[in-house]
């Protein structure tokens, strides 16, 4: 009776052994499942872990003011009477609207973290100057 149990056991961990790895691997479902809850514990580490959150809030005040300097930098220089100050503003224009559509789209991919406590000196996107 004893070497039945043994020999059951020992098959059923066969099983386990060789099936978990197939239906997670292989299979559509054990893929979703897989990657629906590596998926669910990124995202909490990712709310929760104070680097994560540092890197995103000092990406994101590194952006603002750098779009910041371009934009007045456009805004001394845009109506200029010499040319070459005409030019650098047009320049800082297309800095500053490179940087607002990188900052707006960085929002979006990390506007998890924050979800409703985002800090006050991080905007919720950045105007194109037009």
Not at 97 to 110: D, G
């Amino acid at each position: 009776m004893k070497d039945i149990l043994l020999a059951i056991v020992a098959v059923f961990l066969i099983i386990v052994i060789i099936g978990l790895p197939i239906f997670f691997g292989a299979t559509p479902v054990g893929k979703a499942l897989w990657n629906n809850w590596f998926y669910d514990v990124q995202k909490v580490d990712d709310k929760t872990n104070y680097n994560t959150l540092k890197k995103v809030e000092d990406t994101c005040r590194a952006m603002i003011s750098s779009y910041e300097t371009d934009r007045l930098t456009y805004e001394q220089y845009k109506d200029s009477d010499d040319e070459d100050k005409r030019s650098w503003a047009e320049q800082a224009k297309m800095r500053a609207n490179k940087t607002a559509s990188s900052y707006n789209n960085y929002i979006l991919e990390n506007s998890f973290i924050w979800e409703d406590a985002v800090p006050r000196d991080i905007k919720s996107r950045l105007e194109y100057i037009e």
